[in-house]
């Protein structure tokens, strides 16, 4: 008897990748390239305003067929919403310790050989002047690149965007970070939640 193939949870099928590249064309969205090559890499989403980022850079990286893990709050897991997001590569996570939120996504890109991590460095849908830097705590604990993702709600473009030259400072690089950011001119869905420093 032959064995049952494996679900991989790190791809998405073909027809499914199809559909979601034909929705988010349908929504008028333009994909700038393809996702990020590494295994393991993590790929900043920016700006984060509305809920609708999430559903835009879903469909992005779906129609290349492949999974970017999120960061969803733990209390969102119920049923029957928690067995739709884990489906969506979403991770459930206590954000009331930054510290152990950060330790448990470095334990999970090292429990698998593909793991695409994306995070809004916002951390939040409302206007912050100062960014969080979960991300590159992460980067900087893996050794694993980061890309500085976008979806512009002004040109309706998406893309992983540049693999971004960190340091290992995490305040200059987060730095560094914001002022990149702020050069690209970016429109969020709601403008007045968007602000860079």
């Not at 920016?46 to 609708?52: A, I, K, Q």
């Not at 960061?71 to 029957?80: A, G, Q, R, S, V």
């Not at 448990?104 to 429990?111: A, G, K, P, V």
Request: hydrophobic content about 40%; some cysteine; glycine content about 10%.
């Amino acid at each position: 008897m032959a064995k049952k193939k494996k679900k991989n949870k790190n791809h998405y099928s073909k027809g499914w990748a199809r559909f979601c590249g034909r929705l988010l064309h349908l929504m008028g969205w333009t994909a700038d390239g393809g996702p990020m090559p590494e295994n393991k890499a993590i790929v900043l989403g920016v700006p984060h305003t509305s809920f609708w980022d999430f559903v835009v850079s879903y469909l992005f990286y779906t129609s290349f067929g492949e999974v970017a893990h999120v960061m969803i709050k733990k209390e969102l897991f119920f049923w029957p919403l928690g067995p739709i997001l884990r489906a969506c590569g979403c991770i459930p996570v206590d954000r009331s310790n930054a510290g152990s939120l950060v330790r448990s996504l470095i334990e999970e890109m090292e429990q698998d050989e593909v793991f695409k991590l994306a995070i809004a460095p916002e951390g939040t849908r409302k206007p912050v002047r100062r960014w969080k830097a979960g991300a590159l705590k992460i980067a900087a604990e893996t050794g694993v690149p980061v890309y500085a993702g976008y979806f512009d709600w002004g040109t309706k473009h998406i893309g992983c965007g540049e693999k971004l030259q960190l340091s290992g400072d995490i305040k200059a690089d987060l730095d560094m970070v914001q002022n990149y950011y702020e050069s690209l001119h970016l429109t969020g869905k709601h403008k007045e939640r968007y602000i860079t420093k």
